[in-house]
């Protein structure tokens, strides 16, 4: 702070406000931090000198010292009393500096009160309005935390929900086989009818499990080099057949690129997966599905692009968390999986949509040397 002469005095007499942050620094973080802005402002106020220098750092010694006695009281009251405590703080300092000037140098007290009453009201507001700007931003970080765990439990809450909704699906429809086996005699070819039925729901439930687990925990299986054109022909080899049931033809452009990147194949293949089918599934009518493979160092790129419904604004801001998804029937869970194994592997994925023109996915992974 700059600081003021008083010339009245006879003598060259510098005031600033250095105080001030040291009573905030001692109340907010008590006696280790008053000690270290103690230090500084005491040698500031020496390198300035001035006939008022010892004066000066008595002053804020007193204060630094004790200023932080008052914590404790400081942190009980509300956001009134604390802008009275420490408007009265910095005046006490000031009467103190003043009596002390009066006592040491005989400085006549009362030919310059009124510009005592000055300083002494000038370094109680600066006080008191820097109090309550750290008391602002106090409340404001308590409600970004309460409302980011709030945010944090409803997204737990939503994505329990929707685990144990579709869970219960496959488990009502085993109970009711198993019921209709206990209470009625079928035939062999029959009863194969329902143990297959009753193994696909168990599949069902078993991979929804694994989905759960592939978002809530990072890859734990074995990273190796993956070429990603290789990768790509094989999730194609799965999925052809339900992209031509569905009339869908998937046209893959590699341009030559033989990049490589580190990862789990397992997950990057349910990754794909869960994308490309994504949109095969946005072409009910069926369509051309594109992936474009392309080679931007450091990185890769893989574009997924359909030609079916596209997304608003909205539901592309959306995409990813629990419970949301296009389809009628969908939970979003595989959209989550796939941003999360994406980040697990130190990639992204980002999406461009138009309602009625399509969606574009863009993959990027770092490559490997």
């Known amino acids: 702070m700059h600081g003021l002469s008083l010339s009245s005095f006879g003598e060259e007499y510098i005031f600033d406000l250095r105080q001030v942050p040291l009573i905030v620094g001692a109340l907010y973080g008590g006696p280790a931090v008053s000690a270290i802005l103690f230090l500084v402002a005491a040698i500031g106020r020496i390198a300035i000198g001035g006939d008022g220098m010892y004066m000066g750092v008595l002053t804020i010694f007193a204060v630094a010292v004790s200023v932080p006695l008052l914590r404790p009281l400081y942190m009980r009251i509300n956001r009134l009393w604390k802008v009275v405590l420490v408007f009265g703080i910095a005046i006490v300092s000031l009467v103190f500096n003043m009596l002390l000037g009066n006592w040491l140098f005989g400085n006549p007290i009362g030919n310059i009160f009124s510009l005592w009453a000055i300083l002494m009201l000038s370094q109680g507001a600066v006080t008191a309005i820097a109090a309550l700007l750290i008391e602002h931003i106090q409340r404001q970080e308590y409600l970004l935390n309460s409302l980011m765990k709030h945010e944090k439990l409803e997204t737990v809450s939503h994505f329990a929900a929707s685990v144990s909704h579709e869970l219960r699906n496959p488990i009502q429809s085993i109970q009711g086989f198993v019921q209709l086996m206990k209470d009625h005699e079928y035939s062999r070819d ?5 143990y297959d039925t009753m193994l696909h729901e168990i599949t069902a439930a078993d991979q929804l499990i694994e989905d759960y687990l592939v978002f809530a925990k990072p890859v734990s299986g074995k990273l190796e080099l993956l070429q990603v054109k290789m990768e790509i022909q094989q999730v194609l080899k799965v999925l052809t057949p339900y992209a031509n049931w569905e009339k869908v033809t998937i046209n893959l452009i590699d341009g030559g690129c033989q990049a490589k990147i580190m990862g789990d194949r397992q997950k990057f293949h349910q990754m794909l997966i869960n994308i490309i089918r994504n949109g095969i599934d946005a072409m009910p009518d069926g369509g051309i599905l594109t992936i474009r493979i392309k080679e931007k160092a450091p990185s ?8 079916g419904c596209g997304m608003t604004k909205e539901e592309l801001q959306r995409l990813g968390e629990p419970y949301f998804s296009t389809k ?4 979003g869970l595989g959209m989550m999986v796939s941003y999360s194994i994406a980040h697990q592997l ?7 949509s138009e309602k009625g023109r399509g969606t574009v996915f863009t993959l990027e992974f770092p490559t490997a040397q």
């Open 328 to 331: 009628s029937k969908g939970t």
């Open 190 to 194: 029959k009863q194969i009818e329902f």
């Open 346 to 352: 130190s990639g992204e994925i980002n999406v461009q």
């Open 300 to 307: 890769v790129l893989i574009l997924i692009k359909d030609e």
